[in-house]
């Protein structure tokens, strides 16, 4: 789907209200946009998105030294990382955990696993429900990555390279040149070597994408990319817990080992998307995304300790996934009795196949999945804690083997509704039929689902003068009880209407220039789900999790030597049963300052605190402790075309829990590194 024309905000670039030429604006860092090369619309001002959302862009990744999704989400209000068992990203998104809800210009990009950064144009967080622009899940928020696309015209070439401390390194390539007269060609690629402060940990990871721009006319372009990604990494659950927090004398033992915990990934992905200006006031826009993934994660991981012993357990969980995704919009502003509308009515079509199986571990002295050993470093899985020698293999006991079809048909619109200077309204809406069919090949059964469902967005903005907006909005989404990622459906759960999610949300935006920005919300939000009462049968509605709190971000240029991104968060929850949610920090607090001492250097310092959070929900007795960790870095201009960057990631070696997935897999956060990277360009 393409996310600017999407959000329904857009007008033609080429020419205003009045009919008259203009010239085409690129902003970076304070709109949503699909293109910020070649946008034939207005990029969407995000001071006039009922919504909040916050922009990173390519330079902020770079100058920040951002490597994954969660490095990103670390200085991002409202938004935490989750665990993800150390094979996926897993975000948490205003208290509701997700794994799925991640787009890549503006399509949907669920399987399970860590995304590269390499050809990322930049990375847009919406928070809030988003089932009108994405469909179902978007439950608490989404994450969409914006790609480098070919840029006509023009001829660059970018290398990257990078080692640090622990001894891992990178490469990256980012080149594009003129093809004819009307084209371009863009070649991304990056490999990369892990390596942390854990025993084990490593891998690597290889990404290729290159991109073309046709305009085969002035009103049509053509965006056509391939992408390729293989990735292997060791899986690290992380260390048990005691008296209800991570045990620190465990901080360097690792409950795995590399033949056991891996994670491999393989995966093509075709996108083309075509633009085609009807008018000055209409544009359509079409997309087509083809893409397969083999994912492969086994592992072994604690799931037991009683301060001596520690009991492991653990899956081998193989995935493949082949997509087809096909959407397009229309977009089209008309002025009816001196009032504009920006009209949006988009359609979509998704077909998933989806096998999976798993088998869970098996040791030979218990014939089970679960066997207890003593603590050393390294872990020796090889004899149990009675000196019996054991073995380990991952055919034995098939927990689970499904196929699973899904096809959902969408069909939204929406309407920007311009009252008067001061006045914006939106409406809208996305309809839904989302059909399921999970066969369970283990035991010869099969179970259906078909969901239709209606999500509304309702908006209202009002701008008592240019550069400020106070805003008032409501929304809903669903997520249908086969889950995020398909793998079951039972014939209770088939039974059961979608989960849905509703949220209103107040806010203030400021534009206190053209370079720094200030927003401010608050939202309520709850969970709404259908449940089956064992005696009667009958169906009704209960309240789950709900979650309020209140964002805050300063973000832009103070002045031409420094540059602040500040970031506050205060959430709050409740569990159906009235307890405290897993994974919602009583706070985040984040700060970067970046200053240009001069012409050539540039320093930095970074700063992310996350307050106390629960390990379970309803468990007030397992908590993750509250903790800060500090990041420096340097920038240094050796040249016009050659520059050199240093970063120093947790400077005070600060022994740190981020996340746990379960009561004995609490991560280890990383310990003091640093980073040397050099950028080439030409």
Known sequence: MFLMSALGFAQSADVNKEGNEIEEVVVKGNVLYSDQVNALKTPVPVLDVPQTVSIVTDDDIRKQGFREIGDIVRYTPGVNTSQGEGHRDSVVFRGVRSTADFFQDGVRDDVQYYRSLYNVEQVEILRGPNALLFGRGGTGGMINRVTKKAVIGENFTAHDVGVDSFGAGDVALDTNFQYGSDGAIRINFHSDSLANHRDHYDGNRVGFNPTMTLEVSPETTVYLSYEYANHERFIDRGIPTINGSPDESLSDIVFGNSSANLQTLEASIMRAQVEHVLSDTSKANLSFTSSSFEKLYQNIYASGYDGTLVTMDGYYDPTKRDNTIISGNLVNELNLNDITHTLLVGLEFIQTDNENLRYDA????????????????????????????????????????????????????????????????????????????????????????????????????????????????????????????????????????????????????????????????????????????????????????????????????????????????????????????????????????????NEKLSVALGLTQQGESKIKDNNAGLVLPEYTRIDVSAYYQVAPNLSLKMNVENLMDELYFPHSHSTHQASVGESVNSRVSLRWTY
């Open 362 to 597: 098996n040791w030979s002295t218990t014939n089970d999945d679960n066997e207890i050993f003593n603590i050393t470093r390294p872990m020796d899985f090889t004899v149990n804690s009675g000196g019996v020698s054991t073995a380990l293999d991952y055919v034995t006991k098939l927990n689970r083997q499904t196929a699973s079809d899904i096809t959902v048909t969408s069909l939204f619109f929406q309407d920007q509704i311009d009252l008067s200077d001061n006045w914006k309204l939106l409406v809208g809406g996305r309809y839904d039929d989302f059909d399921i069919t999970v066969d369970d090949i283990k035991n010869s059964t099969s179970e259906s689902r078909n969901d239709t469902t209606f999500s509304p967005r309702a908006g209202v903005i009002y701008k008592p003068q240019e550069n400020i907006s106070l805003y008032l909005s409501y929304s809903e989404s669903f997520l249908p009880r086969s889950g995020e990622q398909f793998k079951s459906l039972s014939a209770s759960s088939a039974r059961l209407d979608p989960d849905v999610f509703e949220s209103t949300e107040v806010g203030m935006k400021v534009a206190l220039s053209n370079s720094m920005s200030l927003t401010a919300a608050y939202f309520d939000s709850q969970q709404v789900r259908a449940e089956r009462d064992n005696d009667t049968g009958e169906t009704s509605e209960i309240r789950g999790l709900t979650v309020d709190g209140f964002e805050v971000e300063l973000k832009g240029r103070v002045n031409n030597g420094l540059n602040l991104a500040i970031a506050y968060s205060d959430l709050s929850g409740e569990t159906s049963s009235g307890g405290i949610p897993r994974e919602i920090p009583e706070h985040t607090l984040s700060a970067f300052a970046a200053l240009e001492v």
